[in-house]
Structures are given as structure tokens and as C-alpha cells.
């Protein structure tokens, strides 16, 4: 199912899927780019990454611009 996100207008756009496996761990792709993980199963990506969206609403705005600017050069 796909939903459009807070601000967006129009047509919803292609979304890529957020988790993936590499090697024998799980990781998740935030919308900036960056890879987070690794995890010892998808259930726990799962979790590690509404933690992270929910860190990211209370952080506020002034902290998106940072993650796309440094995000994509993270290891």
C-alpha cells in the first residue's frame, strides 16, 4: 500500500524498499540515504527504524538538512 507522507501533494511517488539483508544481517535505508543497521533479524530493523522516525519528528527540522548532506558519506 502506498500513502502519501506529511506535505505531499499529487500522485504518490515509487518508494524503494526501506530494509534489506546483507550478508547474515538486516539493515534499513532512511529517506536521506544512509544505511542504518546492522540487525540481528528483520523484526528488530523493523523497530530500530520507527525508533529512528520517531527520533526525527522530535528533533524537528533543522536536522533533515544534516542528514542529507552528511548522510550519503556515512560507512
Given at each position: 500500500m502506498s500513502l502519501q507522507r506529511l506535505?505531499?501533494?499529487g500522485s504518490v511517488p515509487t518508494r524503494i524498499?526501506?530494509?534489506f539483508k546483507?550478508?547474515?544481517?538486516?539493515?534499513y535505508n532512511t529517506r536521506e540515504g544512509v544505511a542504518i543497521g546492522?540487525?540481528?533479524s528483520l523484526?528488530?530493523?523493523?523497530e530500530g527504524a520507527s525508533e529512528f522516525i520517531?527520533?526525527?519528528?522530535g528533533a524537528g527540522a533543522p536536522l533533515i538538512p544534516t542528514l542529507e548532506r552528511y548522510g550519503?558519506?556515512?560507512a
Open positions: 506535505g505531499e501533494q524498499e526501506r530494509f546483507k550478508e547474515d544481517y538486516w539493515y546492522p540487525f540481528d523484526s528488530e530493523a523493523r520517531e527520533f526525527i519528528m550519503r558519506h556515512a
